[in-house]
């Protein structure tokens, strides 16, 4: 019987370190989801297309299904769990949803809100076309798409106005 070959890694995710010994090709997502219990990263096609499974690396949106766990070593990891304050206090993405009732099974909505969370950083939220066409990757089975729009248009513009008030 051969052993598997384990490799140990550090990850840091929503700021806290993570050591752990995977297969080098375990991904992002099955080391958060099997390996961490960070099950919000939701796993949908496995195959970098429907965008369920969207985490930020150091800031910039990733298919964490495409991503090799070894690879995001030494980087910061966000994940939907990391995305509200210490205190619990959303993320004006995640009101956002919630207020525009952007979701109705919920499996896209943690992929959605990560998405989202990095399109309007990437000022990519200016117009409903623009929002379409920037979170383009991400599906939705459920057809919420016109509310999930909504929900970026109102959050972009809330975290406009309070980096206004801000500066
Ligand atoms: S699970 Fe990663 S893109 Fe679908
Ligand atoms: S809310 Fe069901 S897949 Fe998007």
Redesign the pocket.
Known sequence: MTSKTRIPIKLQINGHRHELEVEPRVTL?DALRDHLGLTGTK???????????TVHIDGQRV????TLAAQAEGRAIRSIEGLADGDGTLHAVQAAFLEQDAFQCGYCTPGQIMSAVACIREGHAGSDDEIREYMAGNLCRCGAYPHIVAAVRQAALEIASSTETAS
Not at 63 to 66: F, I, N, Q, V, Y
């Open positions: 997502l796993k949908g096609c496995d195959q970098g297309q429907c965008g369920a499974c298919l964490a299904c495409l």
